[in-house]
């Protein structure tokens, strides 16, 4: 009679699991900083709230909100205390000669989105563009901020 | 548009052929008038070039592509998703198909769906 050794089928190949490790990351950083990010101003949870993406390359951060329907004069965006915010209202029109209204799903009224910056930036060359209903918002670093690399020396 | 028979449809399979695809469901409005209806969806990201608008018999099918090019960097904290626009509707036999306009103007699409004008009351004679 053999006796035979059982191995234990390796489940989870740890090393290959790139995402998740990056997907434990983002969720221990959600609850390092709960709402250390972005604040909401307005109500919180009530209210409108578009959505908003912060991302960051060698050179930028940008920032993203989805503002569909606006016009660029409706869409105001300011730096204060190291925070970007973006904020805004879009009126209700009644027209006059509606029957009825099927639906109603569109947010009306103000929005104030706020995002702390984790790096510092240059005000004079923060750029805001409106295109698609989108309003895109690139804040150049400062030198600082940039990666910069260091030469290693030695034998 | 008949009140019930809306159908938004965010669903991940459709047919076990066709491609596996997930769909936002953009937000509209629709208000009817005397004339024709007025329908507003919402598609941030979305340019004119990247919008289909089926027609088939009464039911009506936007689709809104997004440009999935440009990510600026990489994302530190992300709330859209990077999925297309999609919604269906059933159409109010009284809309006149031949007329349906659409606009785009950043991001929100505009549909007016007219009704068909009624047909005048007639005499028919007898022979």
């Known amino acids: 009679m053999k006796l035979m050794r059982l191995q234990r089928p390796n489940l989870w190949n740890w090393n290959n699991t790139p995402q998740l490790s990056h997907l434990r990351d983002e969720i221990s950083r959600l609850f390092e900083e709960p709402f250390g990010l972005l604040e909401r101003q307005a109500d919180f949870f009530n209210g409108w709230s578009p959505n908003l993406d912060l991302y960051e390359d060698k050179e930028n951060l940008v920032a993203r909100v989805e503002l569909p329907g606006l016009k660029k004069e409706e869409i105001e965006v300011w730096l204060e205390a190291g925070a970007l915010h973006v904020s805004g209202e879009r009126k209700f029109e009644q027209k006059d000669d509606q029957a009825a209204t099927h639906r109603l799903e569109r947010f009306y009224g103000r929005f104030h989105r706020t995002v702390a910056l984790p790096k510092p930036v240059d005000a004079e060359k923060i750029k805001a563009a409106y295109e698609d209903g989108v309003l895109t918002v690139t804040l150049p670093k400062t030198e600082e901020a940039k990666p910069r690399q260091i030469a290693v020396t030695g034998n | ?127």
């Open chain 2, 1 to 127: 548009m008949t009140n019930t028979v809306t159908k938004p449809e965010n669903g991940t399979v459709e047919t076990a052929q066709a491609e596996q695809k997930s769909y936002l469901t953009p937000r509209v409005n629709i208000h009817e008038q005397k004339d024709g209806y007025v329908l507003h969806a919402e598609m941030p990201g979305v340019a004119k070039e990247s919008i289909e608008i089926l027609l088939d018999d009464d039911e009506l099918t936007i689709i809104g592509h997004r440009k999935t090019a440009e990510v600026p960097g990489t994302a530190l904290y992300r709330e859209s998703t990077a999925r297309d626009y999609r919604r269906v509707f059933a159409l109010d036999p009284v809309i006149d198909t031949a007329r349906i306009v659409a606009k785009i103007d950043q991001g929100l699409l505009t549909l007016e769906l007219p009704k068909a004008e009624k047909v005048k009351p007639r005499k028919i004679t007898v022979n």
